[in-house]
């Protein structure tokens, strides 16, 4: 089928600078992008940013909340002194005090391309409640950070997503030494592949050499590139999108089953398009399924404008593609705990099903359920509100510290 050129939304490198932050790690770090950046684009390929991600951040100012905000602020400016696109000071964790979870929506706002997360859930300590109402609250404040609920774009909910994946806000630094990961715009793989084919056999045989072919090339040129005092992280594979239809996940769903996506057959086509990346082999590093970001879709923007699916739509779909609700525009006036409810499904998935999931929800302010939405953003598409179809947590459940779910 070719070589075609590659999309690389994400050169990832995870390091922990300390607090205050080091310059010279982040120094480093940012040498080493630039030399990686360059052999890749060299190759043809195109590399959209640079990142640098932290461990959770807890440890890092000695459990000090107040320093939450100054470890962003520090983590910002030396990112911009080295041509580092954006950061993450990586996630509270579930036993984390609540103040540390208080804290990011401080850090957001002290900021512009400083990212951050929750861990809510792990196959260890099972699912936090406490963590998952605090992240709840944490996106429901967030969405005053700015007049449109923008803030949310830099928060996630993490539900057993392990570090080292490459795209932010999930990325977050492990155990060990320095390391880097790339994390590819790849749904444009699956329209071309899709577009030429002539069943389905055959559209997983194109998709898959696609993958194959432009992952091979990558990881030798990362090889190749990466100083040695980093360790090769791999590459997300994950067919994430752009607001254009010839980059939309949606138009590849399209293609398979003739219908718009949320009409029935799309569930089929989400499991078919996350098995086909199943079985292509490459050095895999952090999802590598299938996004499904409402606002970074052109088409999945659409169909949501249109109502052809809902949340619980999105949700069903993750449990088959592997990383769970991205860009979702809820009403304004969804309370925490609403949100919250939401996040405990996203968690409750993700264990049963032993997958990584996260969830980046978005209340945009003042606006209802069916709502038009349009940012001032490149990357967005415009789209409506989708009803958040839930009120809170109650029952047993509200009287819980964690619930045990464990992988079939």
């Known amino acids: ?85 954006y950061a993450t000071i990586g996630p509270a964790q579930p036993n984390d005090r609540a103040d540390l979870f208080h804290a990011i929506p401080d850090a957001l706002g002290a900021t512009e391309r400083v990212f951050a997360s929750a861990l809510i859930a792990d196959a260890r300590t ?11 609250g944490i996106v429901h404040r967030a969405a ?13 909910a993490l539900a057993n997503v392990p570090a080292g994946v490459p795209f932010l806000p999930a990325a977050y630094h492990g155990p060990g030494g320095p390391a880097v990961a790339v994390g590819l715009e790849a749904a444009d793989l699956a329209v071309t592949a899709f577009s030429e084919a002539s069943t389905p056999a055959d559209a997983r045989w194109r998709l898959i050499d696609l993958i194959e072919t432009g992952a091979r090339r990558v990881f030798s040129t990362l090889g190749r590139a990466c100083p040695k005092e980093y360790r090769l992280g791999g590459i997300d594979c994950s067919l994430a999108p752009f607001p254009e239809a010839a980059r939309s996940i949606g138009t590849a769903f399209e293609i398979l089953t003739g219908r718009p996506t949320g009409e029935r057959g799309t569930l089929a086509a989400v499991a078919f398009v996350a098995d086909t990346l199943d079985r292509a082999q490459f050095a895999r590093a952090g999802y590598s399924g299938v996004f499904l970001p409402v606002f970074e879709d052109a088409i999945l923007a659409a169909r949501a404008a249109e109502g052809s699916f809902t949340v619980s739509d999105l949700l069903l779909w ?91």
Not at 126 to 136: D, F, K, N, P
Not at 146 to 154: H, K
């Open 1 to 85: 089928m070719g070589d075609l050129p590659v999309r690389i939304r994400t050169v990832t490198v995870f390091d922990n600078p300390g607090f205050p932050v080091a310059d010279d790690v982040l120094a480093r770090a940012g040498r080493a992008a630039a030399a990686i950046k360059s052999a890749l684009e060299a190759e043809g390929d195109e590399v959209q940013t640079v990142r640098f991600a932290l461990p959770p951040f807890a440890p890092i100012v000695r459990n000090n909340a107040a320093d939450v905000p100054r470890l962003a602020a520090q983590l910002e400016a030396g990112c911009a002194d080295h041509q580092i696109d």
């Open 126 to 136: 099972g699912i936090g409640l406490e963590a998952v109402r605090l992240a709840g």
């Open 144 to 156: 005053s950070l700015s007049p449109d609920g923008f803030g949310n774009l830099r928060f996630a």
């Open 318 to 408: 993750s449990s088959v593609c592997g990383t769970g609700l991205d860009t979702v525009p809820l009403p304004g006036d969804t309370p925490a705990d609403a949100l919250a409810a939401i996040l405990l499904d996203v968690a409750a998935l993700a264990l049963r099903l032993d997958k990584p999931l996260s969830a980046r929800l978005m209340p945009i302010p003042g606006r209802r359920a069916g709502d038009t939405v349009t940012f001032d953003f490149p990357y967005f598409a415009p789209s409506r509100v989708l009803a958040a179809g839930a009120t809170g947590i109650g029952g047993l459940f509200a009287k819980a510290v964690a619930i045990d779910v464990r992988p079939r």
